[in-house]
């Protein structure tokens, strides 16, 4: 009886630490979004910081995703911008097309994100039911090779809209143009194949980031703390062990990888209409890759250290632009310095001691109650 009142306490000590985890993590990402508001209200901002603000928000949302993948599910995705380049071009498509019927902006915005994670979402589940019974480096590279077939499958991509509805050609011998869509006076050329899209209403703000962040971090935290999320980073820690205990290994990696899918696709739809044009190129194997600097750099399973991660390596660059030749020859150094604090254990044991106390006041509060 002892024995399970002991479980019970420190049961409900890691719950109640977890919600401190969780909330202040919530309240960060408020306190910043409007402090940088008011800021930004306040013109105390340089033009160049403003236009960041929200490659900023997807990144980090891109950030997040792939940590469910790579730092909770524990597989590695080398073909994460292949899912924000599906949701950037079918958001594009989503928010162009219902131009004339939808005035409201933020509405069709709206309407774009949830088209961009859908169909990023469908492409999760093309990749994922073949991929996933991979392991490792294989793995990697199939995910790779993905990035990299979408990236060549928009490049023939022709799409138009009006009166009649979407207009939509594959140009896989570059033999047609977009005069073949047949668009009337009133339709609209949207994507023009090697040009990607061109003309398109810039939509996005900075409020819309913020929302997609919070709703970003509710989705995967709450995932990585519900059963769903402790079946798959046991599936993590040892698959065999896990499929034992009756664990069905294919039912929760499909569902880290779909989800984190969805949100690299709503990502990539906000970073899509914030520019009027744009180019399946911007999606590359770099771009898979700064998304795992990101990922590497903040923690693995460290959704904080992402969020901060992909704002600093944002920001970093254009920061540094001032330097010319030198600038990304310092970005490389930062990089490597900051692995280096951050793999370092007394380092670490210095930074955790500001919320020591906040944890042990949290330990306590449950010891109070039960006495």
Known sequence: MGKMIKLGKKRSVNLTKTRVVDFSTYLGVVLAFLIVDAMLSGGMLSRS????LIPIC??????????????????LSLGHAGFMSVGAFSGIVAAMSLQGSIPSEPARLAIALVVGAACAAVAGVIVGVPVLRLRGDYLAIVTLAFGEIIKELINCLIIGHDENGLHVI?????????????????????????????????I??????????????????????????RAIMAIRDNRIAAESVGINATKYKMMAFVTSAALAGA??????????????????????????VFVVL??????????????VLTILPEALRGF???????????????MLATNNSRLKALLARPFASLRARAA???GKEAQ
């Open 49 to 52: 910081f403003s236009g960041q």
């Open 267 to 292: 990502a990539g739809a906000l970073y899509g209409l914030n520019f009027s044009n744009l180019t399946s190129a911007k999606f590359n194997f770099n771009t898979s890759i700064l998304v795992l």
């Open 324 to 338: 010319d030749d030198y600038r990304m020859l310092i970005y490389a150094i930062v990089l490597i310095l900051v």
């Open 170 to 202: 594959f140009n896989f011998n570059s033999s047609k143009t977009v005069s073949d869509l047949g668009l009337t006076e009133n339709g609209i050329e949207i994507i023009k194949g090697a040009q990607g899209a061109t003309g398109t209403q810039m």
């Open 204 to 229: 996005s703000t900075f409020t819309a980031g913020f929302i997609l962040v919070m709703i970003t971090l509710v989705v995967v935290l709450n995932l990585v703390r519900s059963r769903s999320g």
């Open 298 to 311: 903040g923690g693995l399973g460290n959704i904080w250290g992402s969020i901060i991660a992909a704002t």
């Open 58 to 75: 997807c990144y980090i949302v891109m950030a997040g995703s792939l940590n469910l993948t790579v730092g909770i599910l524990g597989e």
């Open 364 to 366: 306590a509060r449950p």
